[in-house]
């Protein structure tokens, strides 16, 4: 940019030289002029230049200024970098807190997944035992189908069974009451047609005759009402045992009227039971007091509630003959007595019939008694 | 007094004559047909086989029914008889072998008008009838009879 032109020297146009000598001054001076002239020349070169430089310069300034804008920007910039920056700090602060803590959770991590894989390992043995396990419930679950299905068969064949027992019941009851009314009926008729004909031991056996059928066809019916409890549908209705009570008592009352019992019934005992099953029940043993009473002059006969051997039980006790207590366990089969017929007449299934009443509520019945100190039959419902 | 006839429906011989000695004893006169199966009994009743051209008027004034019977069950005869509309009101008394029969009939409206359990004694059977006797054939007006 500085190069100006090469400087030369112009030498002026001589002029005539006085003297030789003084010519020599005059070559002198004019060179020194012409260098002056040069130097001049050179100097205005120079001063443009300058000049030059100056604008250069000048422009540099200008383009100085620029550039301090620019710098200033770039600050800004930079200042802005520089939060920018502490913020980035900080973020990356709070992130490798968040890397330590993660470091840690990390750990923890790896201790559980290493108890995991423990436990894992652990599992793999106990697996083996839990499918040994498995294999056998299967085989239980199996079993148990299998015993179901054995069960239902059961069931079923059970159920005929019952129905076949009701038949052969109703047959039962039916065909062998024909041919006792054959032989009740003609030898009555015979009693009475040909009472010209019998003498008085004719007669005896034909009465003989006559009571044999009576009693066989008792033991049908008390036979047939004994498998009745059993075949039954049992149903439950909330009943009022006193009234049932009491209507068993004035009935007994008035078909012997001169008997001198007397009833001591609890008020508003209640149960929820089967009405038809609890009634014949109830009225075996109501009746069995009223029964084994007759021998005394005079009898108390007693139903309630008692909690003396086991918590909410009903009674029915009288002040009879009672009975020997060693062979109590017997009461309650079928056909079982423990008195004669002389001193008291009866077949022995009402018991029978009694127990299987309480047994179908989900209830107990025992007794306890002593000859001639009466007899006492607790039951409980369910 | 016009007298109408009683009809037994007994298949067996023996019931059938301690049935007519207790009607006898119980100076019931009216005669007695009886049928040995519930198909005679239809017969009868409806006049039809080998009673056909049988009087329906002439009764019977009343049915005594056993349930067990060959052919035809005591049960479907009364079926029959109250489904027909002129003997839907004729009086039927049904003879039972068991209190389980008459239970299991009183369960539901079998259409019977009484039950009897033929008991094994004979003097009760005897009773029975003159009960039923007086009822039927004396207290009980038959409604007119239709053609
Ligand atoms: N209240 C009582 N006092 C004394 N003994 C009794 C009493 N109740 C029952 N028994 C004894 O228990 C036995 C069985 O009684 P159960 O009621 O089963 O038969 P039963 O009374 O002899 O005949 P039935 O079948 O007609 O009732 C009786 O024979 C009697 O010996
Ligand atoms: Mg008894």
Redesign the interface.
């Known amino acids: 940019m500085m190069s100006g032109p090469t400087p030369h020297y112009h030498l002026q146009e001589a002029r005539p030289d006085p003297e030789p000598e003084s010519s020599a001054i005059e070559n002198a001076r004019r060179a020194t002029l012409n260098i002056l002239e040069d130097f001049a020349a050179e100097k205005c070169e120079l001063e443009s230049g300058q000049r030059a430089t100056l604008n250069i310069l000048e422009d540099f300034d200008a383009e100085k200024k620029r550039m301090a804008g620019a710098e200033r920007a770039v600050l800004n910039i930079l200042e802005d970098f520089a939060s920018e920056k502490s913020q980035l700090e900080e973020f990356q602060h709070s992130f490798l807190n968040i890397l330590e803590d993660f470091s840690q959770e990390k750990n923890r991590l790896e201790g559980t997944q290493r108890a995991v894989l423990n436990i894992l390992e652990d599992f793999e043995g106990e697996k083996a035992n839990v499918e040994l396990v498995n294999e056998r419930l299967e085989n239980e679950i199996r079993d148990r189908k299998h015993i179901e299905v054995e069960m239902q068969r059961t069931n079923m064949e059970l159920s005929a069974a019952n129905k076949e027992l009701e038949a052969f019941?109703?047959s039962v009851?039916?065909d062998l009451?024909?041919?006792?009314?054959?032989i009740?009926?003609?030898s009555?008729?015979l009693l009475e047609d040909c009472a010209d004909k019998l003498d008085a031991t004719a007669m005896d056996y034909l009465h003989r005759v006559?009571s044999a059928?009576?009693r066989?066809?008792t033991l049908i019916?008390d036979m047939?009402n004994l498998s009745?409890v059993t075949r039954c549908e049992l149903r439950r209705e909330s009943l009022d045992l006193s009234a049932i009570a009491k209507s068993i008592a004035s009935e007994l009352q008035e078909a012997e009227p001169e008997r001198r019992v007397e009833f001591a019934i609890e008020d508003g005992l209640t149960a929820v039971a089967d009405p038809q099953l609890i009634r014949v029940a109830m009225e075996n043993l109501i009746r069995n007091s009223w029964k084994y009473t007759s021998g005394h002059p005079t009898a108390r006969i007693e139903f309630g509630r008692s909690d003396a051997n086991v918590k909410d039980c009903f009674f029915v006790g009288d002040d009879g003959a009672g009975f020997d207590p060693r062979y109590a366990a017997r009461l309650f089969g079928a056909f079982q007595r423990l008195h004669t017929a002389k001193e008291f007449p009866g077949t022995g299934v009402g018991l029978a019939t009694v127990h299987r009443i309480i047994h179908r509520h989900g209830g107990e019945i025992w007794a306890i008694g002593a000859v001639e100190k009466g007899a006492t039959f607790y039951f409980t419902l369910r | 007094m016009e007298t109408k006839t009683i009809l037994l429906v007994e298949d067996n011989a023996d019931d059938e004559a301690l049935t007519f000695r207790a009607l006898m004893k119980n100076n019931i006169s009216n005669q007695l047909v009886v049928a040995r199966d519930g198909a005679e009994a239809l017969d009868y009743l409806f006049a039809t086989g080998k009673y056909s051209g049988r009087d329906v008027s002439l009764g019977p004034q009343v049915v005594l029914l056993d349930l067990n019977l060959p052919k035809v069950s005591g049960l479907e005869v009364l079926r029959q008889l109250r489904a027909n509309e002129r003997t839907k009101l004729l009086p039927v008394v049904i003879l039972t072998s068991s209190n389980e029969d008459q239970d299991r009939l009183q369960g539901y409206d079998s259409g019977a008008n009484s039950y009897v359990r033929k008991p094994v004694d004979f003097n009760q059977f005897v009773e029975s009838v003159r009960q039923l006797g007086l009822y039927w054939l004396i207290l009980n007006e038959q409604p007119p009879a239709r053609r």
């Open positions: 019941s109703y009851s039916h009451r024909t041919p006792l009314r054959s009740d009926g003609f009555q008729a006559r059928a009576q066989m066809a019916d047939l009745r």
